[in-house]
């Protein structure tokens, strides 16, 4: 939504600030590489990303939740039956490594008592996974809600995701800052918040629901009967949740602790000492019903 309607374009005109938006192929470890480099000052992006670059000393602020409890999805080629996770045993995964996808997938097993040794993992970035999927050079993708355009095309089926199995794999991601922006610019930062705010302020209602839906389905390529099958029965209010509460503090904790088990991180640390609460608590009680109404317009 911020993109679709240029909120922050919006936000910062009238202080001649130019707002840029870059789409990295390569994901998580890309946007990582980015913040490195100083190339960009936030990211919208998966935890697991997110975690090892904090782990890995980036100099980054957590800012707010931007996704809860969405759905990974196990895409099968033709011919192959699964129908339980156990039925994965010794076939071939494609997965993109050190993504939410990876670290929902390591949940997904541990669930059942398995793990990556049970399978023949293949290390792909999502186009890559899709294409070798409707090829047949994988058994299966654990991935996006992309899987479903193959579905349709009758190239592969979505055997089940996350949902149908009570969560367990759900993915979350985050909004972060670079240290050195948040700290130089601290009311730009709370504006931006703001303005983020605002959009799931106006998605958490259940009026804009469809409203959503159909700007999804027209914005991304995807058919709209594609999008309802994906996000029909999601609950925004819940799944669109940006508060740094104690119930994301806490699954975060997890994930660092599971990143560390697989020796993706070397060191652990606290999501609340990463966490900056401050600045969302106060970003909170600005006014953001200009946001919501630039939305409708």
């Known amino acids: 939504m911020l993109v679709w309607r240029h909120l922050l374009e919006e936000e910062f005109k009238r202080d001649g600030i130019n707002v840029e938006w870059h789409f990295f192929k390569a994901a998580g470890p890309a946007i990582n590489e980015a913040f490195a480099n100083k190339q960009i000052d936030f990211a919208f992006y998966g935890d697991l990303p997110a975690i090892i670059g904090q782990a890995n000393g980036l100099q980054i602020k957590l800012l707010a939740a931007t996704g809860r409890q ?44 398995m793990s990556e040794r049970d399978l023949r993992i293949v290390n792909m970035d999502l186009a890559a996974s ?5 090829t047949g ?14 579905e349709d ?10 949902s149908d ?38 998605m ?33 209010a819940e799944t669109m949740k940006p508060d740094l509460d104690d119930s994301f503090i806490e699954s ?27 600045t969302q608590q106060e970003t909170k009680v600005l006014p953001r019903d200009d946001i919501v109404k630039a939305i409708t317009q």
């Open 70 to 113: 969405g759905a990974a999805y196990l895409g099968v080629r033709s011919g192959v039956e699964v129908k339980s996770l156990q039925d994965l045993k010794g076939k071939t995964i494609a997965v993109f490594r050190g993504t939410i996808f990876h670290l929902s997938l390591v949940n997904a097993l541990a669930s059942v008592g």
């Open 130 to 134: 899709t294409a070798a999927l409707s």
């Open 137 to 150: 050079r994988v058994d299966a993708v654990w991935g996006s809600s992309n899987l479903y355009e193959l």
């Open 153 to 162: 095309k009758g190239l592969a089926h979505v055997a089940f995701s996350t």
């Open 165 to 202: 199995l009570g969560g367990v794999g759900a993915i979350q991601s985050v909004l972060v800052g670079s240290d050195a922006f948040v700290n130089s610019y601290p009311q730009i930062t709370r504006r931006l918040l703001r303005v983020f705010l605002g959009g799931y302020d106006w």
């Open 204 to 236: 958490s209602e259940h009026s804009n629901r469809q409203i959503y839906l159909s700007e999804a389905a027209r914005r991304s390529g995807f058919t709209q009967r594609q999008v309802d099958r994906m996000l029909g029965q999601v609950s925004f």
């Open 252 to 278: 975060l904790d997890k994930q660092v602790s599971l990143a560390k088990e697989m020796r993706l991180i070397r060191r652990s640390f606290s999501a609340v000492e990463w966490a900056d609460q401050k």
